[in-house]
């Protein structure tokens, strides 16, 4: 039978506290990893949703989805009944944009062509604008009142009915 010395004790309670804490640290890291992988994981599964569009039919849509079905159809109907002349607009504020940006591109940089391009975005965006909104009033105006409430609160949880803005 051999004796245990007291350096025995020490070393092997030394021995345990490492293997706690390997123990301990492998298990962080597991969790860890396999968080970033769910994280990953979820992730890719949501990017895999299809793009939204941003076309300005696809944000009628969107809006006349919220609204109660006859309002609905009354916003897209008047949407239909101008969409030519917006989506013509949105078209014309998109070339004024791609001017800008060529003429960002071109050297010398000429600051007068900046600005006059600028000053056509700018107009080009306020057309858009008016037009959108023309079709949005228009509807709005033969909407019920419940309608126009749900109009109001676009996007849905933007602002709770009553709330003052900012």
Do not use: C
Not at 9 to 18: D, L, N, V
């Amino acid at each position: 039978m051999t004796m245990a010395t007291p350096t025995m004790f020490g070393e092997e309670r030394t021995a345990r506290w490492i293997l706690l804490g390997s123990l301990a640290l492998n298990l962080f890291l597991v969790g860890a990893g396999g968080a970033f992988l769910a994280r990953h994981y979820f992730a890719e599964r949501a990017g895999a949703a299809t793009p939204l569009d941003h076309s300005v039919g696809a944000r009628i849509e969107r809006i006349a989805a919220s609204l109660p079905g006859p309002d609905a159809d009354i916003l897209r109907g008047e949407y239909r009944a101008n969409a030519v002349a917006v989506d013509a607009s949105r078209d014309a504020y998109r070339k004024a944009r791609d001017d800008v940006r060529q003429t960002l591109r071109v050297d010398p940089f000429d600051p007068g062509a900046m600005r006059a391009a600028m000053i056509t975005t700018r107009a080009a965006r306020q057309n858009f604008d008016q037009l959108l909104q023309d079709v949005i009033a228009s509807a709005a105006a033969k909407m019920s009142a419940a309608g126009r409430s749900k109009l109001a609160e676009w996007p849905p949880g933007s602002r709770p009915p009553g709330a003052a803005s900012r």
